[in-house]
């Protein structure tokens, strides 16, 4: 087992598998979280992280959610399907509720919105991270909800734009301009 790891890591395996099209970001969390005693494998892209999973599925991983095919959600299901006892987080810079539902049922034992810190990460991976009261007072703008809605129905259409603006009856390049957003507050 490696020194700088708390001794909550699975079987003394600290391999970590971190999937992100982000390469500023990969290379900073790699490097981050290396130097706190995990074994790191970074790729791009989703079909590299299902390839790495299939060959060899790590106790830890960390996976980017980027609609398309094959998805960081594909990975996840991989993961949970070769090694149950994996340790996965799903990260995104479009963070919706259907999605972040969506992971957890596969397999990931928490969703983080990008920008993501390293030490947050490494918390949530070692199950160590502190629960953080639910503020009730700060409730879903109409702007978030009527995103929320785009996104659900864009992920029950498979991710296909076509059908998803005929399905919400908008023009498919307002429909792109709305996806290609962040998530409103």
Same mark, same amino acid.
């Given at each position: 087992m490696h020194e700088n790891l708390p001794a909550r890591s699975l079987s003394n395996d600290s391999s970590l598998?971190?999937?992100d &099209? #982000? &390469?500023v970001l990969l290379r900073r969390v790699s490097q981050s979280l290396q130097t706190r005693g995990f074994d790191v494998t970074s790729v791009e892209f989703a079909y590299e992280g299902l390839l790495s999973v299939r060959t060899s599925p790590p106790a830890f991983a960390i996976i980017e959610f980027h609609p398309g095919r094959p998805s960081g959600l594909d990975? +996840? =299901?991989e993961l949970a399907m070769r090694r149950p006892e994996a340790r996965a987080v799903v990260i995104t810079a479009y963070d919706s509720i259907a999605t972040a539902v969506r992971a957890i049922k596969l397999g990931a034992i928490d969703y983080l919105p990008?920008? +993501?810190?390293? #030490? #947050?990460?490494c918390a949530v991976l070692l199950g160590t991270a502190i629960e953080i009261p639910l503020d009730l007072s700060k409730c879903?703008? =109409?702007r978030r909800i009527k995103w929320e809605h785009i996104n659900r129905v864009y992920e029950l259409c498979d991710f296909? +734009?076509?059908e998803t603006a005929r399905r919400l009856a908008i023009h498919r390049r307002s429909l792109q301009r709305i996806l290609s957003k962040r998530a409103p507050r």
């Open positions: 598998l971190i999937v &099209r #982000d &390469r990975v +996840v =299901t990008k920008p +993501v810190e390293a #030490d #947050d990460l879903m703008s =109409t296909n +734009v076509s």
